[in-house]
C-alpha cells in the first residue's frame, strides 16, 4: 500500500502540469500558488476578442529565475494585504504571430472601443502596440497588477490592462492621485526586486538577468 500512495504522488505533478517544459521554465503555480492568475489570451476578454493561438490553459508558465523573485514579491504584498494577479507571463511566438496577422485585418475592430478607442488600428505597429518578437516569448516577462486580498479587487491603475494609449504610460498624469500610488506602489516592488519596466505598460515588467535574453520559445501554455 505505501508503494502505491508513493507512486500516485509522485505522478501528480506531471499530470497537473499538462506538459512537459523546456528545461529552465516552471509552472508559477508550483513555486507560489497563491498568486492570482487570469490568462486574458485563453479566453475572448482581450483586445482581438477571441482566444490566442498557442493558450491551451489557465496556467502560467515562466523561467524558474522568474518564478523565485515572483514569490519573494508576493511574500512582500502580502504583508500589506494586497495579492499578485498575472494577466500573462511566457507568450508563445504563435501567439505573437496571431496578434500581427490580426493587426493586418483593418476592418476587425470588435474591441477597438474597450482597447483602443483613440488610436487607428492602421498605427498599432508604429506606435509599437503590437510587433513581430515578444519578450514574452523569452519567458521572463509579466503582465502584472495588485488586488487586494480580502476582496480580491484590482486596485484602480487609471486605465485597463492591454489599453493601447497614453492612459497607460506610467508616468501618465491625467489619472487621480490614489491611482498614480497604485501604479507606483506596483513599480517600486518590482524594480526592487530585479525587474524592469516598460515605458508605455504600467502592467509589463521584464527580468533584468533573464536567462534566455535572445531566445524566443514556441511550445503550448499548457
Known amino acids: 500500500m505505501k508503494k502505491i500512495i508513493c507512486f500516485v504522488i509522485f505522478l501528480y505533478p506531471l499530470i497537473f502540469n499538462g506538459q512537459k517544459l523546456p528545461e529552465g521554465f516552471v509552472y508559477l503555480e508550483n513555486i507560489a500558488p497563491s498568486v492570482k492568475i487570469e490568462l486574458r489570451y485563453l479566453s475572448d476578454n482581450n483586445f482581438i476578442g477571441k482566444p490566442i493561438d498557442g493558450y491551451k490553459r489557465n496556467c502560467l508558465i515562466v523561467t524558474l529565475e522568474t518564478a523565485n523573485l515572483l514569490k519573494k514579491i508576493q511574500q512582500e504584498v502580502l504583508k500589506k494585504g494586497l495579492n499578485l494577479k498575472i494577466f500573462d507571463a511566457y507568450r508563445p511566438q504563435q501567439a505573437v504571430d496571431h496578434f500581427v496577422k490580426w493587426a493586418k485585418i483593418l476592418n476587425d475592430t470588435i474591441?477597438?472601443?474597450?482597447?483602443?478607442?483613440?488610436?487607428?488600428?492602421s498605427k498599432l505597429f508604429k506606435q509599437g502596440y503590437i510587433a513581430s518578437k515578444s519578450g514574452h516569448s523569452r519567458g521572463s516577462t509579466v503582465d502584472i497588477t495588485l488586488v487586494n486580498f480580502k476582496t480580491n479587487k484590482e486596485l484602480d491603475m487609471g486605465s485597463t490592462y492591454d489599453f493601447f494609449g497614453i492612459q497607460s504610460h506610467?508616468?501618465?498624469?491625467?489619472?487621480?492621485?490614489?491611482?498614480?500610488?497604485?501604479?507606483?506602489?506596483?513599480?517600486?516592488?518590482?524594480?526592487?526586486?530585479?525587474?524592469?519596466?516598460?515605458?508605455?505598460?504600467?502592467?509589463?515588467?521584464t527580468l533584468i538577468k533573464e536567462p534566455f535574453p535572445k531566445t524566443y520559445f514556441n511550445f503550448f501554455v499548457n
Open 170 to 205: 506610467p508616468f501618465f498624469k491625467g489619472i487621480s492621485k490614489k491611482q498614480r500610488e497604485n501604479r507606483m506602489l506596483l513599480r517600486k516592488v518590482m524594480l526592487k526586486n530585479g525587474f524592469k519596466p516598460y515605458e508605455n505598460e504600467w502592467w509589463h515588467f
Open 111 to 121: 474591441k477597438k472601443r474597450f482597447y483602443y478607442p483613440t488610436v487607428a488600428k
